[in-house]
């Protein structure tokens, strides 16, 4: 795959041969292995959102509005992508993933050097620290059109906007006259003899960002490595010797039939589905 050929584009628009011409793999892993535990965590929230079906039912405020924006979200076409951001805020919020200096934002435009050229990346929703620096904590891709066969375009994207993510990270550490992860490793024009020793040199994991792609409300959860050599790589437009693995886990649903945009509609799997998202807390260490 070295030999691919490799396009500056924005992330919006990679597809899997991006990943093939940066030598990134995906990884399908069980929960045991995705989180060292298949004895998943309840989720912290009330117990009425787990077992009670219809929102119009449901005593408390926060539960039966997440529920109807979850239902709001599902009317697609007529809600389009605003409203599906939105559950997804919602959810976070409620999860306790957005939190007093935790942060969500949505449509976030990343500005990252791609294959030599300056491109842009927009993540869906942002999770951000105002008290760690605007550091990215997790992202978000979502397929508003609700269309399976879009969902082989979601996972590059997200990929690519971890790697500008990373980028972001390392630029505005140097604003504040800060170390950058791996300082002086990747200069803007650096020379033959220094792409030579890098990739000579072995990989080192600088940086694991946590990702999510909802389709509807099926989430899909990754760990995803971003070391210097793959940025160096990215920014270039060269092949890193070694490959980055990227680690991703589905929840297993106890009702197949509501697996795919309606999943968390179906009440019997609300559980599974928030005790994963409970878990992943883990990744992102809060």
């Not at 697609?76 to 409620?94: T, W």
Request: one cysteine or more; glycine letters at 4%; charged letters at 25%.
């Amino acid at each position: 795959m070295a030999n691919m050929p490799r396009f500056a584009k924005d992330g919006n628009k990679w597809n899997p041969w991006d990943l093939e011409a940066f030598n990134i793999k995906i990884k399908r892993e069980d929960a045991a292995t995705f989180f060292g535990t298949d004895d998943l965590p309840m989720p912290a929230v009330d117990e009425e959102f787990l077992k009670t079906p219809q929102a119009k039912d449901m005593v408390h405020d926060n539960n039966a509005e997440l529920l109807y924006m979850l239902e709001t979200a599902m009317e697609f076409p007529l809600s389009g992508q605003s409203a599906v951001a939105d559950f997804a805020v919602q959810l976070l919020r409620h999860l306790g993933y957005v939190k007093r200096s935790r942060v969500a934002c949505t449509r976030m435009d990343f500005e990252s050097f791609v294959c030599g050229q300056w491109k842009r990346t927009t993540s869906d929703v942002c999770l951000i620290d105002r008290l760690q620096h605007n550091d990215v904590r997790l992202l978000v891709q979502e397929d508003e059109r609700f269309d399976i066969e879009h969902m082989w375009e979601l996972e590059p994207q997200l990929i690519a906007s971890a790697i500008a993510a990373f980028e972001l990270t390392n630029r505005e550490r140097e604003w504040r006259g800060e170390a950058t992860v791996d300082s002086g490793v990747c200069p803007s024009f650096p020379s033959r003899r220094a792409r030579r020793a890098r990739r000579a040199a072995p990989l080192t994991v600088t940086q694991v960002i946590p990702g999510i792609i909802l389709f509807g409300s099926r989430p899909s959860f990754f760990k995803i490595p971003v070391t210097s050599s793959l940025w160096c790589s990215v920014r270039e437009g060269t092949y890193p010797t070694e490959t980055t693995t990227v680690s991703m886990h589905v929840p297993i649903l106890p009702n197949p039939s509501h697996r795919d945009r309606k999943a968390m509609k179906a009440i019997e799997n609300r559980g599974p589905i928030l005790r994963t998202f409970e878990a992943f807390k883990s990744v992102l260490g809060i």
